[in-house]
Protein backbone atom coordinates (compact mmCIF):
# COMPACT_ATOMS: atom_id res chain seq x y z
CA UNK A 1 0.00 0.00 0.00
CA UNK A 2 2.78 2.19 0.95
CA UNK A 3 4.35 1.48 -2.36
CA UNK A 4 1.64 1.84 -4.45
CA UNK A 5 0.93 5.90 -2.66
CA UNK A 6 4.81 6.52 -3.74
CA UNK A 7 4.16 5.52 -6.62
CA UNK A 8 0.90 7.35 -7.08
CA UNK A 9 2.59 10.94 -5.86
CA UNK A 10 5.60 10.42 -7.84
CA UNK A 11 3.47 9.57 -10.70
CA UNK A 12 1.43 12.67 -10.26
CA UNK A 13 4.31 15.31 -9.61
CA UNK A 14 6.01 13.65 -12.62
CA UNK A 15 3.44 13.48 -14.84
CA UNK A 16 2.41 17.35 -13.80
CA UNK A 17 5.84 18.51 -14.18
CA UNK A 18 6.32 16.62 -17.65
CA UNK A 19 3.06 18.46 -18.61
CA UNK A 20 4.24 21.86 -17.65
CA UNK A 21 6.91 21.36 -20.01
CA UNK A 22 5.24 19.52 -23.21
CA UNK A 23 1.92 21.55 -23.18
CA UNK A 24 4.13 24.75 -24.87
CA UNK A 25 5.33 22.40 -27.33
CA UNK A 26 2.11 20.40 -27.95
CA UNK A 27 0.71 24.42 -28.51
CA UNK A 28 3.49 25.84 -30.83
CA UNK A 29 3.29 22.29 -32.54
CA UNK A 30 -0.40 22.22 -33.38
CA UNK A 31 -0.32 25.80 -33.97
CA UNK A 32 2.84 26.21 -35.92
CA UNK A 33 3.33 22.75 -37.64
CA UNK A 34 6.78 22.73 -36.78
CA UNK A 35 8.82 19.71 -34.52
CA UNK A 36 10.25 21.77 -32.40
CA UNK A 37 13.16 19.37 -30.75
CA UNK A 38 14.98 22.60 -29.15
CA UNK A 39 11.65 22.53 -26.66
CA UNK A 40 13.81 20.50 -24.14
CA UNK A 41 16.64 23.61 -24.47
CA UNK A 42 14.78 26.02 -23.17
CA UNK A 43 12.98 24.18 -20.38
CA UNK A 44 17.49 23.55 -19.82
CA UNK A 45 18.10 27.44 -20.13
CA UNK A 46 15.27 27.86 -17.23
CA UNK A 47 16.85 25.55 -15.15
CA UNK A 48 20.05 27.42 -15.11
CA UNK A 49 19.05 30.47 -14.78
CA UNK A 50 17.02 30.00 -11.86
CA UNK A 51 19.92 28.37 -10.75
CA UNK A 52 22.09 30.65 -11.60
CA UNK A 53 19.98 33.43 -9.70
CA UNK A 54 19.13 31.43 -6.76
CA UNK A 55 23.05 30.46 -6.06
CA UNK A 56 25.31 33.09 -7.28
CA UNK A 57 23.31 35.96 -6.90
CA UNK A 58 21.28 34.81 -3.68
CA UNK A 59 17.84 35.39 -4.76
CA UNK A 60 14.60 33.82 -3.51
CA UNK A 61 12.85 30.90 -5.39
CA UNK A 62 9.88 32.48 -6.50
CA UNK A 63 11.99 35.36 -8.04
CA UNK A 64 14.30 33.27 -9.63
CA UNK A 65 11.50 31.64 -11.30
CA UNK A 66 10.19 34.75 -12.53
CA UNK A 67 13.20 35.59 -13.81
CA UNK A 68 13.97 32.83 -15.44
CA UNK A 69 10.90 32.47 -17.28
CA UNK A 70 10.70 36.14 -18.54
CA UNK A 71 14.61 35.93 -19.46
CA UNK A 72 13.93 32.76 -21.32
CA UNK A 73 10.97 33.65 -22.71
CA UNK A 74 12.96 37.00 -24.08
CA UNK A 75 15.53 35.30 -25.33
CA UNK A 76 13.27 32.96 -27.61
CA UNK A 77 11.34 35.73 -29.63
CA UNK A 78 14.74 36.50 -31.64
CA UNK A 79 14.90 32.81 -32.10
CA UNK A 80 11.55 32.78 -33.25
CA UNK A 81 11.88 35.57 -35.31
CA UNK A 82 15.27 34.87 -37.12
CA UNK A 83 15.18 31.11 -37.15
CA UNK A 84 11.89 29.58 -36.79
CA UNK A 85 9.97 31.86 -39.12
CA UNK A 86 11.78 30.08 -41.80
CA UNK A 87 10.70 26.82 -41.10
CA UNK A 88 7.67 27.19 -40.51
CA UNK A 89 5.71 24.89 -43.24
CA UNK A 90 8.76 23.55 -44.47
CA UNK A 91 9.08 19.70 -44.54
CA UNK A 92 9.84 17.45 -41.40
CA UNK A 93 13.34 16.83 -42.00
CA UNK A 94 14.43 20.44 -42.28
CA UNK A 95 12.61 21.38 -39.16
CA UNK A 96 14.30 18.28 -37.26
CA UNK A 97 17.59 19.60 -38.93
CA UNK A 98 17.69 23.29 -37.75
CA UNK A 99 15.88 21.93 -34.27
CA UNK A 100 18.70 19.73 -33.45
CA UNK A 101 21.33 22.48 -34.55
CA UNK A 102 19.42 25.01 -32.17
CA UNK A 103 19.91 22.29 -29.61
CA UNK A 104 23.64 21.27 -30.13
CA UNK A 105 24.41 25.08 -29.68
CA UNK A 106 22.49 25.53 -26.76
CA UNK A 107 23.96 22.42 -25.05
CA UNK A 108 27.35 23.87 -25.99
CA UNK A 109 26.99 26.92 -25.12
CA UNK A 110 25.70 25.43 -21.67
CA UNK A 111 28.71 23.30 -21.05
CA UNK A 112 30.89 26.69 -21.22
CA UNK A 113 28.82 28.91 -19.72
CA UNK A 114 28.26 26.45 -16.52
CA UNK A 115 29.89 23.62 -16.75
CA UNK A 116 29.33 20.09 -17.14
CA UNK A 117 27.98 19.76 -13.66
CA UNK A 118 24.80 19.20 -12.59
CA UNK A 119 23.26 22.25 -10.89
CA UNK A 120 20.54 22.17 -8.30
CA UNK A 121 18.05 25.02 -7.18
CA UNK A 122 18.08 25.24 -3.44
CA UNK A 123 14.29 24.90 -2.41
CA UNK A 124 13.31 27.30 -0.48
CA UNK A 125 12.06 26.27 3.71
CA UNK A 126 8.49 26.20 2.71
CA UNK A 127 9.06 23.40 0.09
CA UNK A 128 11.88 21.52 1.21
CA UNK A 129 10.00 19.64 4.07
CA UNK A 130 7.01 17.37 3.81
CA UNK A 131 3.11 17.54 4.41
CA UNK A 132 1.62 15.16 6.72
CA UNK A 133 -1.75 13.84 5.33
CA UNK A 134 -2.46 12.10 8.62
CA UNK A 135 -2.26 8.57 7.11
CA UNK A 136 0.93 9.24 4.93
CA UNK A 137 3.88 12.00 4.67
CA UNK A 138 4.46 13.08 1.33
CA UNK A 139 7.50 15.85 -0.09
CA UNK A 140 5.75 19.69 0.05
CA UNK A 141 7.92 20.16 -3.28
CA UNK A 142 6.07 16.99 -4.98
CA UNK A 143 2.73 19.06 -3.82
CA UNK A 144 4.08 22.08 -5.06
CA UNK A 145 4.36 20.37 -8.58
CA UNK A 146 1.34 18.65 -8.77
CA UNK A 147 -0.60 22.41 -8.22
CA UNK A 148 2.03 24.33 -10.57
CA UNK A 149 0.86 21.72 -12.93
CA UNK A 150 -2.94 22.33 -12.18
CA UNK A 151 -2.43 25.94 -12.17
CA UNK A 152 -1.24 26.22 -15.85
CA UNK A 153 -3.28 23.42 -17.12
CA UNK A 154 -6.36 25.81 -15.81
CA UNK A 155 -4.85 28.71 -16.93
CA UNK A 156 -4.01 27.75 -20.29
CA UNK A 157 -7.52 26.61 -20.64
CA UNK A 158 -8.67 29.47 -19.69
CA UNK A 159 -6.16 31.60 -22.16
CA UNK A 160 -7.59 29.41 -24.79
CA UNK A 161 -10.96 29.26 -24.58
CA UNK A 162 -12.19 32.03 -22.75
CA UNK A 163 -9.96 35.43 -24.14
CA UNK A 164 -9.91 37.25 -27.26
CA UNK A 165 -6.47 36.16 -27.58
CA UNK A 166 -6.90 32.68 -27.39
CA UNK A 167 -10.00 32.70 -30.03
CA UNK A 168 -7.57 34.12 -32.27
CA UNK A 169 -5.30 31.44 -31.37
CA UNK A 170 -7.96 28.73 -32.54
CA UNK A 171 -8.60 30.23 -35.33
CA UNK A 172 -4.59 30.29 -36.75
CA UNK A 173 -4.37 26.82 -35.08
CA UNK A 174 -8.04 25.86 -37.52
CA UNK A 175 -6.85 27.83 -40.52
CA UNK A 176 -3.87 30.18 -40.74
CA UNK A 177 -4.54 31.98 -44.08
CA UNK A 178 -8.59 32.33 -43.58
CA UNK A 179 -7.50 33.73 -39.87
CA UNK A 180 -4.76 36.61 -41.25
CA UNK A 181 -7.37 37.26 -43.73
CA UNK A 182 -9.94 38.60 -41.09
CA UNK A 183 -7.97 40.61 -39.74
CA UNK A 184 -5.82 38.23 -37.16
CA UNK A 185 -1.90 39.15 -37.03
CA UNK A 186 -0.75 35.62 -37.17
CA UNK A 187 2.84 36.40 -36.92
CA UNK A 188 2.34 38.07 -33.94
CA UNK A 189 -0.29 35.40 -32.59
CA UNK A 190 3.00 33.19 -33.33
CA UNK A 191 5.78 35.11 -31.70
CA UNK A 192 3.28 35.71 -28.54
CA UNK A 193 2.14 31.77 -28.30
CA UNK A 194 6.03 31.16 -28.81
CA UNK A 195 7.08 33.14 -26.10
CA UNK A 196 4.18 31.56 -24.04
CA UNK A 197 5.00 27.86 -24.59
CA UNK A 198 8.92 28.63 -24.19
CA UNK A 199 8.05 30.87 -20.77
CA UNK A 200 6.19 27.54 -19.74
CA UNK A 201 9.06 25.26 -20.59
CA UNK A 202 11.15 27.12 -18.31
CA UNK A 203 8.29 27.22 -15.57
CA UNK A 204 8.41 23.44 -15.85
CA UNK A 205 12.31 23.34 -16.24
CA UNK A 206 12.95 25.25 -13.03
CA UNK A 207 9.80 23.76 -10.91
CA UNK A 208 10.99 20.26 -12.13
CA UNK A 209 14.65 20.42 -11.61
CA UNK A 210 14.60 18.06 -8.31
CA UNK A 211 13.12 15.28 -10.51
CA UNK A 212 14.62 16.14 -13.83
CA UNK A 213 17.96 17.39 -12.86
CA UNK A 214 19.41 20.19 -15.16
CA UNK A 215 22.71 19.84 -16.86
CA UNK A 216 23.87 20.40 -20.24
CA UNK A 217 22.29 17.46 -22.08
CA UNK A 218 19.43 18.05 -20.48
CA UNK A 219 17.96 19.27 -23.77
CA UNK A 220 18.44 15.98 -25.43
CA UNK A 221 17.86 13.61 -22.78
CA UNK A 222 14.73 14.94 -22.39
CA UNK A 223 13.85 15.96 -25.48
CA UNK A 224 12.26 12.47 -26.53
CA UNK A 225 10.78 12.14 -23.42
CA UNK A 226 8.64 15.43 -23.83
CA UNK A 227 8.12 14.62 -28.18
CA UNK A 228 6.07 11.53 -26.72
CA UNK A 229 4.17 12.79 -24.34
CA UNK A 230 2.84 15.68 -27.18
CA UNK A 231 2.51 12.77 -29.81
CA UNK A 232 0.82 10.62 -27.66
CA UNK A 233 -1.84 13.60 -26.35
CA UNK A 234 -2.00 15.17 -29.53
CA UNK A 235 -0.57 18.30 -30.60
CA UNK A 236 -2.53 21.51 -29.53
CA UNK A 237 -4.86 19.65 -27.07
CA UNK A 238 -5.05 20.54 -23.35
CA UNK A 239 -6.74 17.54 -22.19
CA UNK A 240 -5.09 15.43 -24.36
CA UNK A 241 -1.11 16.52 -22.79
CA UNK A 242 -2.43 16.66 -19.51
CA UNK A 243 -3.36 12.72 -20.18
CA UNK A 244 -0.99 11.36 -22.13
CA UNK A 245 1.40 12.92 -19.65
CA UNK A 246 0.04 11.51 -16.00
CA UNK A 247 -0.27 8.01 -18.04
CA UNK A 248 3.41 8.05 -19.32
CA UNK A 249 4.16 9.36 -15.50
CA UNK A 250 2.43 6.78 -13.78
CA UNK A 251 4.06 4.07 -16.40
CA UNK A 252 7.57 5.56 -16.29
CA UNK A 253 7.42 5.59 -12.42
CA UNK A 254 5.73 2.29 -11.64
CA UNK A 255 8.57 0.85 -13.79
CA UNK A 256 11.45 2.64 -11.98
CA UNK A 257 9.96 1.46 -8.84
CA UNK A 258 8.85 -2.53 -9.79
CA UNK A 259 11.44 -2.99 -12.50
CA UNK A 260 14.44 -0.69 -12.43
CA UNK A 261 16.91 -3.45 -13.78
CA UNK A 262 14.87 -3.01 -17.16
CA UNK A 263 15.52 0.54 -17.84
CA UNK A 264 12.87 2.00 -19.87
CA UNK A 265 11.81 -0.91 -21.36
CA UNK A 266 8.15 -0.89 -20.30
CA UNK A 267 7.31 3.28 -20.65
CA UNK A 268 8.97 2.42 -24.59
CA UNK A 269 7.06 -0.77 -25.22
CA UNK A 270 4.08 0.79 -23.78
CA UNK A 271 4.60 4.11 -26.16
CA UNK A 272 4.54 2.06 -29.05
CA UNK A 273 1.34 0.23 -27.93
CA UNK A 274 -0.07 3.27 -27.47
CA UNK A 275 0.57 5.39 -30.50
CA UNK A 276 -0.71 2.10 -32.64
CA UNK A 277 -3.76 1.87 -30.71
CA UNK A 278 -3.96 5.81 -31.14
CA UNK A 279 -2.24 6.77 -33.96
CA UNK A 280 -3.57 10.47 -33.86
CA UNK A 281 -3.08 11.14 -29.99
CA UNK A 282 -5.48 10.51 -27.08
CA UNK A 283 -6.91 13.73 -28.46
CA UNK A 284 -4.98 15.00 -31.80
CA UNK A 285 -6.05 17.81 -34.00
CA UNK A 286 -2.29 16.58 -35.55
CA UNK A 287 -3.36 14.97 -38.79
CA UNK B 1 17.86 13.89 -69.45
CA UNK B 2 16.67 16.91 -68.10
CA UNK B 3 18.18 18.90 -65.10
CA UNK B 4 17.96 17.81 -61.81
CA UNK B 5 14.76 19.70 -60.31
CA UNK B 6 11.95 18.47 -58.74
CA UNK B 7 9.64 17.05 -59.28
CA UNK B 8 12.19 14.32 -59.66
CA UNK B 9 12.76 12.94 -63.29
CA UNK B 10 11.23 9.95 -63.67
CA UNK B 11 13.69 7.36 -65.73
CA UNK B 12 14.17 4.10 -65.91
CA UNK B 13 17.24 3.02 -66.83
CA UNK B 14 19.16 -0.36 -67.26
CA UNK B 15 22.72 -1.57 -67.01
CA UNK B 16 25.27 0.68 -65.13
CA UNK B 17 24.80 4.10 -66.80
CA UNK B 18 27.73 6.61 -66.81
CA UNK B 19 26.96 8.00 -63.60
CA UNK B 20 26.87 5.07 -61.80
CA UNK B 21 30.84 4.46 -63.11
CA UNK B 22 31.48 8.02 -62.34
CA UNK B 23 30.06 7.76 -58.99
CA UNK B 24 32.30 4.66 -58.69
CA UNK B 25 35.79 6.69 -59.73
CA UNK B 26 35.16 9.36 -57.46
CA UNK B 27 34.47 6.73 -54.23
CA UNK B 28 37.81 5.24 -55.35
CA UNK B 29 39.47 7.87 -55.85
CA UNK B 30 38.26 10.08 -52.49
CA UNK B 31 39.53 7.16 -50.75
CA UNK B 32 42.69 6.57 -52.21
CA UNK B 33 42.95 10.31 -51.12
CA UNK B 34 42.32 9.73 -47.83
CA UNK B 35 44.05 6.50 -47.23
CA UNK B 36 47.55 9.15 -48.02
CA UNK B 37 46.24 11.98 -46.28
CA UNK B 38 45.40 10.12 -42.80
CA UNK B 39 47.69 7.48 -42.58
CA UNK B 40 47.71 7.61 -39.27
CA UNK B 41 43.76 7.95 -38.73
CA UNK B 42 42.34 4.92 -41.07
CA UNK B 43 39.94 3.93 -37.88
CA UNK B 44 38.34 7.22 -38.67
CA UNK B 45 38.27 6.70 -41.58
CA UNK B 46 36.66 3.15 -41.27
CA UNK B 47 34.16 4.21 -39.46
CA UNK B 48 33.23 7.32 -41.65
CA UNK B 49 32.40 4.58 -44.21
CA UNK B 50 30.57 2.46 -41.82
CA UNK B 51 28.56 5.42 -40.69
CA UNK B 52 28.53 5.66 -44.60
CA UNK B 53 26.14 2.53 -44.54
CA UNK B 54 24.12 3.55 -42.03
CA UNK B 55 23.20 6.76 -44.16
CA UNK B 56 22.55 5.55 -46.89
CA UNK B 57 20.15 3.18 -45.43
CA UNK B 58 18.05 5.88 -43.84
CA UNK B 59 18.09 7.52 -47.18
CA UNK B 60 16.47 4.40 -48.21
CA UNK B 61 13.64 4.58 -46.22
CA UNK B 62 13.76 8.11 -45.62
CA UNK B 63 15.02 9.55 -49.19
CA UNK B 64 12.91 7.45 -51.37
CA UNK B 65 9.95 6.29 -49.62
CA UNK B 66 9.49 9.38 -47.55
CA UNK B 67 9.49 7.62 -43.55
CA UNK B 68 11.29 9.77 -41.20
CA UNK B 69 13.22 7.93 -38.58
CA UNK B 70 15.31 8.73 -35.15
CA UNK B 71 15.71 4.97 -34.85
CA UNK B 72 17.50 3.53 -37.44
CA UNK B 73 20.98 2.79 -35.39
CA UNK B 74 18.47 0.20 -34.11
CA UNK B 75 19.33 -1.59 -37.53
CA UNK B 76 23.03 -0.24 -37.63
CA UNK B 77 23.44 -2.08 -34.27
CA UNK B 78 21.55 -4.96 -34.70
CA UNK B 79 24.34 -5.83 -37.69
CA UNK B 80 26.83 -4.75 -34.86
CA UNK B 81 25.77 -7.24 -32.30
CA UNK B 82 24.80 -10.11 -35.08
CA UNK B 83 28.25 -9.96 -36.42
CA UNK B 84 29.80 -9.67 -32.94
CA UNK B 85 28.32 -12.00 -31.48
CA UNK B 86 28.80 -15.04 -33.29
CA UNK B 87 32.25 -14.12 -33.44
CA UNK B 88 32.71 -14.03 -29.54
CA UNK B 89 29.93 -16.60 -28.49
CA UNK B 90 29.98 -19.05 -31.24
CA UNK B 91 33.94 -18.94 -32.79
CA UNK B 92 32.96 -17.82 -36.08
CA UNK B 93 35.36 -15.36 -37.18
CA UNK B 94 35.40 -15.74 -41.13
CA UNK B 95 35.05 -11.47 -42.03
CA UNK B 96 32.80 -12.27 -45.18
CA UNK B 97 30.73 -14.92 -42.46
CA UNK B 98 30.25 -11.79 -40.15
CA UNK B 99 29.49 -9.58 -42.47
CA UNK B 100 26.63 -11.49 -44.33
CA UNK B 101 25.41 -12.33 -40.24
CA UNK B 102 25.66 -8.57 -40.09
CA UNK B 103 23.58 -7.80 -42.94
CA UNK B 104 21.15 -10.63 -42.47
CA UNK B 105 20.60 -9.64 -38.66
CA UNK B 106 20.26 -6.24 -39.93
CA UNK B 107 17.29 -7.25 -42.21
CA UNK B 108 15.57 -8.70 -39.40
CA UNK B 109 16.06 -5.70 -37.33
CA UNK B 110 14.44 -3.75 -40.21
CA UNK B 111 11.48 -6.21 -40.87
CA UNK B 112 10.68 -5.81 -37.09
CA UNK B 113 11.02 -2.43 -36.75
CA UNK B 114 9.28 -1.74 -40.05
CA UNK B 115 6.52 -3.56 -39.11
CA UNK B 116 6.28 -1.09 -35.82
CA UNK B 117 7.00 2.09 -37.72
CA UNK B 118 4.92 1.79 -40.59
CA UNK B 119 1.72 1.77 -38.59
CA UNK B 120 1.78 5.82 -38.34
CA UNK B 121 2.68 8.50 -40.23
CA UNK B 122 4.33 12.18 -39.39
CA UNK B 123 5.07 12.94 -35.57
CA UNK B 124 4.04 9.73 -34.58
CA UNK B 125 5.93 7.48 -36.95
CA UNK B 126 9.06 9.91 -35.37
CA UNK B 127 8.14 8.92 -32.18
CA UNK B 128 7.54 5.31 -32.94
CA UNK B 129 11.06 5.21 -34.45
CA UNK B 130 12.21 6.65 -30.87
CA UNK B 131 10.79 4.12 -29.01
CA UNK B 132 11.76 1.55 -31.43
CA UNK B 133 15.84 2.11 -31.01
CA UNK B 134 15.03 2.63 -26.97
CA UNK B 135 13.72 -1.04 -26.95
CA UNK B 136 16.11 -2.37 -28.76
CA UNK B 137 19.31 -0.52 -26.56
CA UNK B 138 17.08 -1.37 -23.77
CA UNK B 139 17.01 -5.23 -24.56
CA UNK B 140 20.70 -5.26 -25.50
CA UNK B 141 21.59 -3.53 -21.99
CA UNK B 142 19.38 -6.10 -20.05
CA UNK B 143 20.68 -9.28 -21.77
CA UNK B 144 24.42 -8.80 -20.56
CA UNK B 145 25.37 -12.24 -20.96
CA UNK B 146 25.08 -11.85 -24.78
CA UNK B 147 26.05 -8.97 -25.54
CA UNK B 148 28.16 -7.66 -22.80
CA UNK B 149 25.55 -4.99 -21.29
CA UNK B 150 26.91 -1.58 -20.91
CA UNK B 151 30.01 -2.87 -20.61
CA UNK B 152 30.43 -3.43 -24.61
CA UNK B 153 30.53 -6.83 -26.50
CA UNK B 154 34.37 -7.48 -26.31
CA UNK B 155 36.05 -10.69 -27.47
CA UNK B 156 35.41 -10.80 -31.14
CA UNK B 157 38.44 -12.26 -33.27
CA UNK B 158 38.69 -11.66 -37.09
CA UNK B 159 40.52 -14.36 -39.22
CA UNK B 160 42.75 -12.96 -42.08
CA UNK B 161 40.27 -11.64 -44.88
CA UNK B 162 40.09 -14.41 -47.68
CA UNK B 163 43.10 -16.09 -45.84
CA UNK B 164 45.46 -13.66 -47.12
CA UNK B 165 44.90 -10.15 -45.46
CA UNK B 166 45.55 -9.86 -41.94
CA UNK B 167 43.24 -6.85 -39.83
CA UNK B 168 46.28 -5.12 -38.85
CA UNK B 169 47.00 -2.97 -36.45
CA UNK B 170 46.61 0.50 -38.31
CA UNK B 171 43.62 -0.45 -39.71
CA UNK B 172 44.68 -0.65 -43.61
CA UNK B 173 42.43 -4.51 -44.36
CA UNK B 174 39.66 -3.15 -42.40
CA UNK B 175 39.87 0.64 -44.51
CA UNK B 176 40.40 -1.63 -47.49
CA UNK B 177 37.64 -3.74 -46.49
CA UNK B 178 35.04 -1.15 -45.69
CA UNK B 179 35.57 0.31 -49.14
CA UNK B 180 35.24 -2.61 -51.14
CA UNK B 181 32.07 -3.11 -49.12
CA UNK B 182 31.07 0.08 -49.97
CA UNK B 183 31.40 -0.32 -53.76
CA UNK B 184 29.49 -3.11 -53.81
CA UNK B 185 26.64 -1.67 -51.63
CA UNK B 186 26.39 1.46 -53.67
CA UNK B 187 26.42 -0.33 -56.85
CA UNK B 188 24.01 -2.71 -56.31
CA UNK B 189 21.60 0.78 -54.39
CA UNK B 190 22.26 2.31 -57.60
CA UNK B 191 20.39 -0.77 -59.39
CA UNK B 192 17.98 -0.84 -56.97
CA UNK B 193 17.13 2.69 -57.12
CA UNK B 194 16.92 3.11 -60.97
CA UNK B 195 14.75 -0.18 -60.85
CA UNK B 196 10.94 -0.09 -61.39
CA UNK B 197 11.38 -0.89 -57.51
CA UNK B 198 12.35 1.72 -56.73
CA UNK B 199 10.87 3.78 -58.91
CA UNK B 200 7.85 2.61 -57.19
CA UNK B 201 8.95 4.01 -54.03
CA UNK B 202 9.34 6.93 -54.98
CA UNK B 203 6.20 7.06 -56.03
CA UNK B 204 5.21 6.10 -52.38
CA UNK B 205 6.88 9.26 -51.58
CA UNK B 206 5.35 11.76 -53.82
CA UNK B 207 1.62 10.14 -53.39
CA UNK B 208 1.01 7.03 -51.22
CA UNK B 209 -2.76 7.33 -52.21
CA UNK B 210 -2.16 7.02 -55.89
CA UNK B 211 0.49 4.56 -56.00
CA UNK B 212 -2.22 2.46 -53.86
CA UNK B 213 -4.75 3.25 -56.46
CA UNK B 214 -2.72 1.71 -59.50
CA UNK B 215 -2.93 -1.10 -57.72
CA UNK B 216 0.40 -1.41 -55.44
CA UNK B 217 0.82 -2.25 -51.71
CA UNK B 218 1.73 0.93 -50.33
CA UNK B 219 2.95 -1.29 -47.06
CA UNK B 220 4.71 -3.93 -48.67
CA UNK B 221 6.80 -1.32 -50.54
CA UNK B 222 8.11 0.48 -47.68
CA UNK B 223 8.59 -2.68 -45.53
CA UNK B 224 10.58 -4.21 -48.51
CA UNK B 225 12.54 -0.89 -48.94
CA UNK B 226 13.04 -1.14 -44.78
CA UNK B 227 14.63 -4.68 -44.99
CA UNK B 228 16.70 -3.96 -47.61
CA UNK B 229 17.42 -0.86 -45.80
CA UNK B 230 18.24 -3.20 -42.06
CA UNK B 231 20.54 -5.32 -44.08
CA UNK B 232 22.76 -2.15 -45.87
CA UNK B 233 23.17 -0.66 -42.05
CA UNK B 234 23.30 -4.57 -40.61
CA UNK B 235 27.13 -4.74 -43.15
CA UNK B 236 27.85 -1.17 -42.03
CA UNK B 237 27.30 -2.15 -38.44
CA UNK B 238 29.50 -5.76 -39.09
CA UNK B 239 31.67 -3.51 -40.78
CA UNK B 240 32.15 -1.44 -37.46
CA UNK B 241 32.17 -4.71 -35.16
CA UNK B 242 34.85 -6.19 -37.79
CA UNK B 243 37.41 -3.01 -37.83
CA UNK B 244 37.14 -2.28 -33.59
CA UNK B 245 36.21 -5.54 -32.36
CA UNK B 246 34.09 -4.41 -30.06
CA UNK B 247 30.63 -3.17 -30.13
CA UNK B 248 29.04 -0.96 -27.82
CA UNK B 249 25.80 0.32 -26.83
CA UNK B 250 25.99 3.80 -28.18
CA UNK B 251 25.80 1.82 -31.83
CA UNK B 252 22.43 1.01 -31.17
CA UNK B 253 21.46 4.56 -29.43
CA UNK B 254 19.25 7.32 -30.04
CA UNK B 255 22.08 9.53 -30.48
CA UNK B 256 23.71 7.32 -33.36
CA UNK B 257 20.12 7.84 -35.01
CA UNK B 258 19.60 11.27 -34.53
CA UNK B 259 23.52 11.67 -35.67
CA UNK B 260 22.96 9.44 -38.87
CA UNK B 261 19.80 11.55 -39.54
CA UNK B 262 21.19 14.55 -39.30
CA UNK B 263 24.26 14.13 -41.50
CA UNK B 264 21.85 12.42 -44.78
CA UNK B 265 20.34 15.61 -44.50
CA UNK B 266 22.47 17.59 -44.16
CA UNK B 267 24.06 16.10 -47.52
CA UNK B 268 20.47 16.13 -48.69
CA UNK B 269 17.84 13.28 -48.74
CA UNK B 270 16.60 11.42 -51.86
CA UNK B 271 19.76 11.07 -53.29
CA UNK B 272 22.66 8.49 -52.43
CA UNK B 273 25.99 11.07 -53.32
CA UNK B 274 24.19 13.44 -50.76
CA UNK B 275 24.08 10.44 -48.11
CA UNK B 276 27.34 10.00 -48.86
CA UNK B 277 28.57 13.58 -49.10
CA UNK B 278 26.45 14.37 -45.68
CA UNK B 279 28.14 11.50 -43.83
CA UNK B 280 31.86 12.32 -44.87
CA UNK B 281 31.22 16.33 -43.68
CA UNK B 282 29.33 15.89 -40.83
CA UNK B 283 32.28 13.34 -39.67
CA UNK B 284 35.34 15.40 -41.02
CA UNK B 285 33.77 18.47 -39.20
CA UNK B 286 32.86 16.89 -36.10
CA UNK B 287 36.93 15.62 -35.93
CA UNK B 288 38.53 18.67 -36.68
CA UNK B 289 36.61 21.14 -34.64
CA UNK B 290 36.50 18.50 -31.54
CA UNK B 291 40.16 18.44 -31.92
CA UNK B 292 40.13 21.98 -32.03
CA UNK B 293 37.74 23.03 -29.51
CA UNK B 294 36.59 20.51 -27.05
CA UNK B 295 34.55 23.22 -25.63
CA UNK B 296 32.39 24.61 -28.38
CA UNK B 297 32.25 21.80 -30.58
CA UNK B 298 28.71 21.12 -30.04
CA UNK B 299 28.04 24.88 -30.53
CA UNK B 300 29.79 25.06 -33.82
CA UNK B 301 28.16 22.20 -35.26
CA UNK B 302 25.21 23.25 -34.28
CA UNK B 303 25.78 26.12 -35.97
CA UNK B 304 26.43 24.31 -38.93
CA UNK B 305 22.95 22.74 -38.85
CA UNK B 306 21.45 26.11 -38.74
CA UNK B 307 23.55 27.35 -41.52
CA UNK B 308 22.76 24.63 -43.62
CA UNK B 309 18.96 24.72 -43.68
CA UNK B 310 19.14 28.58 -44.17
CA UNK B 311 21.19 28.67 -46.99
CA UNK B 312 21.27 25.44 -48.69
CA UNK B 313 17.66 23.70 -47.27
CA UNK B 314 18.35 21.04 -49.91
CA UNK B 315 20.71 19.95 -48.25
CA UNK B 316 24.78 20.13 -49.45
CA UNK B 317 24.60 17.98 -52.18
CA UNK B 318 21.30 18.74 -52.58
CA UNK B 319 21.80 22.15 -52.99
CA UNK B 320 25.31 22.22 -55.03
CA UNK B 321 23.79 19.87 -57.28
CA UNK B 322 20.37 22.28 -57.84
CA UNK B 323 22.79 24.95 -58.48
CA UNK B 324 25.23 23.30 -61.05
CA UNK B 325 22.19 22.85 -63.33
CA UNK B 326 24.46 20.98 -65.97
CA UNK B 327 24.65 17.95 -63.15
CA UNK B 328 22.57 15.03 -65.13
CA UNK B 329 19.01 14.41 -62.96
CA UNK B 330 19.86 11.04 -62.81
CA UNK B 331 22.01 11.65 -59.84
CA UNK B 332 19.09 12.54 -57.38
Known sequence: MQTVLSIAIDALAYGMVLFVISIGLSVTMGLMRVVNLAHGAFAMIGGYLASYATRDLGLGYAPAILIAVVATAIIAVPIERLLYRRIYGAPELTQVLMTIGITFCVIGLANYAFGPTLKTIPLPETLSGSIDLGFRAIATHRLFAIVCGLIVAGGLWFLIERTAFGIRLRAAVDNAPMAAALGVRTQLVYAVSFAVAVGLAAFGGVVGAELLPVEPYYALRYMVTFLVAVSIGGAGSIPGALIACLLLGTIDTTGRYLAPEYGEFFFYLAVIVIVTLFPRGLAGRFK | ?????????????????????????????????????????????????????????????????????????????????????????????????????????????????????????????????????????????????????????????????????????????????????????????????????????????????????????????????????????????????????????????????????????????????????????????EDVVSAANPFHWLTIVGALLIVVVLFAPKGLYGSAAAFLSRRRGGAK
Request: charged share 10%; with cysteine.
Open chain 2, 1 to 285: MAVSMDPTPVTVRRGLPVNTLVGIAVIIAASIVGYFLFPNNLALLTRIVATMLLVLSIDLVTGYCGVATLGHAALFGAGAYGAGIVSAHFGINEPLTMTLIGAVAGALAGLLSGIVILRAHGLPQLVLSIAVVHLFHEVANKASSWTGGSDGLSGITTDALLGMFEFDLWGRTAYVYGIVLLLIVFVLLRILVQSPFGMLARGVREDPVRVAAMGASVHSVMLRMYVISGAVAGVGGALNAISTQVVGLDSLSFTMSAEALVMLVLGGTGSLYGAMVGTVSFMWF
